[in-house]
């Protein structure tokens, strides 16, 4: 299985909350990076997190790792519409890995 | 402004047919990828190269192959034997990435379809 692994697969907010998604991975990494896909393009980078950080925070982003539960989380605070878009994590080790992603409907 | 174009967007192929995807970048990134994205799926790695002349497999090799004459440019042909080869597929690039793990910057795809 791939190294990332995203959970949950779906999720469905109301403007205004937030949206948190998970990812695991399985080897060590140098960094952690999540990034985002609107329907039927590429992938957008939002941001990268060392291994040796705990949090890391990007305007409306937050995100944390842990390395020793080799997890990671992602949380979009006060979700637009324009948020809307599948969210991928990529685990950084010899090559990056990525997961299944996450798939985020905000409604307005 | 900088970035990697892909083309074609869409592509047909015929059974028996080999199809080559375009990848340009301007960005004078040594590092170039292609990854396949079936539907709901994650990216898988195809090959990449880190440098100019020099490429290597990825997870999912098989029924792919590559060239890197130039640093702008890293097309992929899908062979005849490939034989699913209906799938999404992403060109991205990044400065040197000896492990490291660099942001990859990623072109809008082209989707492949067998007639």
């Known amino acids: 299985s791939q190294q990332g692994e995203e959970d949950p697969q779906a999720l469905s907010i109301q403007e205004g909350e937030n949206a948190t998604m998970n990812c695991s991975y399985k080897?060590?990494?140098?960094?952690l990076q999540w990034y985002r896909q609107n329907s039927g393009r590429g992938l957008v980078h939002l941001i990268l997190i060392r291994s040796n950080e705990r949090e890391k925070h990007s305007g409306r982003l937050r995100v944390t790792l842990d390395t020793s539960k080799k997890s990671s989380s992602l949380l979009i605070t006060a979700s637009r519409a324009a948020d809307t878009a599948s969210y991928f994590c990529?685990?950084?080790?010899?090559?990056?890995?990525f997961g299944g992603g996450t798939r985020v409907l905000v409604k307005p | 402004d900088g970035g990697i174009t892909q083309s074609p967007k869409y592509l047909f192929r015929k059974e028996g047919q080999n199809v080559t995807l375009s990848c340009e970048q301007n960005l004078n990134h040594d590092a170039m990828y292609w990854y396949r994205q079936d539907p709901g799926q994650g990216l898988r790695l195809i090959y990449y190269?880190?440098?100019?002349?020099?490429?290597q497999k990825g997870d999912i090799a098989e029924g792919y192959s590559v060239s890197r004459e130039k640093k702008e440019s890293f097309p992929l042909t899908v062979t005849s034997a490939q034989k699913n080869p209906t799938a999404f597929y992403l060109c991205a690039s990044s400065p040197p990435d000896p492990g490291s793990g660099q942001p990859q910057h990623f072109g809008d795809g082209t989707r492949l379809s067998i007639l």
């Open positions: 190269s880190q440098i100019v002349n020099d490429f």
């Open positions: 080897t060590s990494i140098n960094n």
């Open positions: 990529g685990a950084a080790g010899n090559k990056l890995t």
